[in-house]
């Protein structure tokens, strides 16, 4: 879950009012303001609604687009007001909802001088620096460039000039963006391929996929919507929907949310087609998608379709469904001062030295990988020559081999092996940075054979420096090296083909998540759609926030700034603290207000399971 949605859930109403208040300053002064009746607010999550101003009088071709582009960021669901300023072919015409361009800054406007003679009317340039792309299917992107939107306008007689045509979609800027939409995780289930009878109910993991809907019109609606449209172009090959395809929601009445915390989402015909195990699916995947959009714990999901009812999942029976159930437990890990490896004790603050191997003291480790169940360990050689995996991290002691499963030929000891990362299914990730041979390598159950796994989007002369896999398995972020020596973020997704016996694993379409950040050092997962990157931009200083897996920031808590981090850690669970290495030693911040304290001077290599 997004850092900042932790921390808002079950604010709503009041949330959403703060919002509302401390954004206006974009909008006119002597807007409307009109109350909400009390049994909209479970769905609009806000007592207030803000309007644009009316076309005035004797407005000029700029004026007429800035009003425009005001009313655009207004609270009205079908944007009333802004298609007063469009002639009416233009109104019905135009499509506010064919993607939103967010600008760094608000749009400016240039021009406006007549066309020729005045008959041919007038053209108004608006301008910008964009910053991100909001597309149809409410997912976010990273952007950059100029833009250049031509709005032409003519006078119609009786009104004056209106707009009579501009491009579809949305300009907005970045504050009013940030005041207007909201992010919220949408889930689907993993395509685990041979991985799946590896775990549990394999074929039930949940993946998030973030997505932006307007946070007074309609959220939890919107979710569903998005929900139902199905998931991004990247993400779709390693997840599905319950969903039959063409299900839509009902035209009237379509979503209800009660105070009682009971949805009922009302489904079109093909929709409706479902039932039994397939509809509790959907049910499940539609509870936990609008459970950050209410203002109280979600306790049902009902499904309706045109002839009543398909289907009803209960909140206890939601919870096979979980999202994150495979993140695994709360402990956090370290090497300590003589380089073995160590549980840190969450009220005494002193590392406890694992049994078996990796804390027996044979073997100098620098950085540790522990599987989600905390069964097993993976640790890498103090001089990053080799891994070892130890079967017994929680056990007593028991006999063990002390030899290496994997070993690397890299001559220099910063080309050798990177730290471990354990993915829900029990497997272990690791990679070899020998520049002769550079390899992302699997090893299936944490013993077996190391695999090497194609990364077909890397460029020969790029490579992996570290990296994390998520908990269900199907993406994983990797820090590259690029060939100026700086180090950027990236998200591959997992594809799993093949056999139990004869797998085939495959790191595609690799992204960039960070763009605003020059170098990255350290990431980790910090939710189920979050990482927490610790890097600089151009030219400046080291800081840490938190980042989307869809490149966005937007609405990220602060992190209180901390000099020369090293690595970093965050659980994928809710509220749990964050620990980094620095120039004090392993430091650690308790959210959601607290400051940096230092857990230990001497040891490293801070990491929770996974």
Not at 87 to 108: C, I, N, Q, S, Y
Not at 565 to 584: D, G, H, I, T
Request: hydrophobic share 35%.
């Amino acid at each position: 879950m997004r850092a900042d949605r932790r921390r808002r859930t079950g604010v709503g109403a009041l949330l959403s009012l703060a919002l509302l208040l401390s954004g206006c300053a974009s909008m006119p002064a002597d807007g409307q303001v009109t109350p909400v009746e009390p049994s909209q607010r479970a769905e609009q999550e806000s007592r207030v609604r803000v309007y644009g101003l009316s076309p005035q009088k004797g407005g000029e071709p700029q004026d007429i687009v800035r009003g425009f582009l005001e009313a655009t960021t207004s609270d009205e669901p079908g944007f009333s007001t802004a298609r007063e300023y469009l002639t009416k072919d233009a109104a019905k015409a135009w499509d506010p909802f064919a993607g939103t361009t967010v600008l760094e800054r608000g749009p400016v406007t240039e021009g406006g001088v007549p066309d020729g003679a005045r008959k041919n009317g007038s053209t108004v340039m608006v301008t910008g620096e964009r910053a991100a792309r909001l597309d149809t299917r409410h997912a976010y992107r990273p952007d950059s460039g100029r833009l250049t939107d031509a709005f032409h306008l003519t006078e119609v007689e009786g009104e004056g000039w209106r707009i009579d045509r501009l491009p579809d979609g949305l300009v907005l800027g970045s504050s009013d963006f940030e005041r207007i939409y909201r992010s919220v995780d949408i889930y689907y289930f993993a395509r685990l391929g041979p991985g799946a009878p590896s775990v549990n109910r394999g074929q039930d993991v949940l993946v998030a996929q973030p997505v932006y809907v307007r946070s007074r019109i309609e959220p939890v609606a919107d979710t569903v919507r998005a929900l139902l449209e199905g998931p991004t172009d990247w993400l779709d090959p390693v997840v599905r929907t319950a969903f039959p395809d063409d299900t839509l929601l009902a035209r009237r009445n379509s979503v209800t949310v009660q105070d009682s915390g009971a949805v009922t989402v009302r489904l079109n015909r093909a929709g409706a087609k479902a039932g039994g195990a397939r509809c509790e699916r959907m049910a499940a995947q539609v509870l936990h998608s609008v459970q950050s959009q209410a203002s109280s714990k979600v306790t049902s999901v009902a499904l309706r379709g045109p002839d009543g009812e398909i289907c009803e999942l209960e909140g206890d029976e939601a919870r096979f469904y979980a999202p994150g159930r495979l993140d695994g437990t709360l402990s956090p890990y370290m090497v300590d001062a003589e380089h073995r490896v160590a549980t840190m004790d969450r009220t005494s603050n002193r590392p406890r030295v694992v049994p078996g191997l990796l804390g027996s003291g044979r073997v100098e480790f620098r950085s540790v990988g522990v599987s989600r169940d905390e069964r097993m360990g993976a640790a890498v050689s103090r001089d990053g020559r080799a891994l070892y995996v130890s079967a017994s991290l929680k056990s007593p002691a028991k006999e063990e081999s002390g030899e290496p499963v994997l070993a690397s030929r890299a001559v220099r000891e910063e080309d050798r092996l990177s730290a471990p990362s354990w993915d829900g299914l029990g497997d272990l990730w690791i990679a070899d940075r020998d520049p002769r041979d550079p390899r992302l390598l699997r090893l299936p159950g944490g013993q077996g054979e190391a695999e090497a796994v194609s990364v077909p989007g890397l460029a020969r002369n790029e490579r992996i420096e570290s990296l994390r896999i998520s908990s269900d398995g199907v993406r994983i972020a990797l820090r590259i090296k690029n060939p100026d020596g700086t180090s950027s973020l990236q998200l591959g997704r997992v594809e799993r083909e093949g056999t139990r016996e004869d797998p085939s694993v495959t790191v595609a379409a690799l992204q960039r998540v960070a763009p605003q950040l020059e170098d990255v050092v350290a990431m980790s997962w910090s939710g189920p759609s979050e990482l927490v990157v610790v890097g600089r931009e151009s030219r400046g200083v080291q800081q840490l926030q938190y980042v989307g897996t869809d490149g966005s920031t937007a609405h990220q808590p602060p992190l209180p700034g901390i000099n020369d981090v090293e690595s970093v850690a965050a659980s994928e669970s809710e509220n749990m603290p964050l620990f980094a290495e620095s120039q004090y030693g392993i430091v650690r911040l308790t959210p959601p207000d607290g400051d940096w304290e230092t857990v230990s001077e001497d040891g490293g290599a801070p990491v929770y399971p996974g």
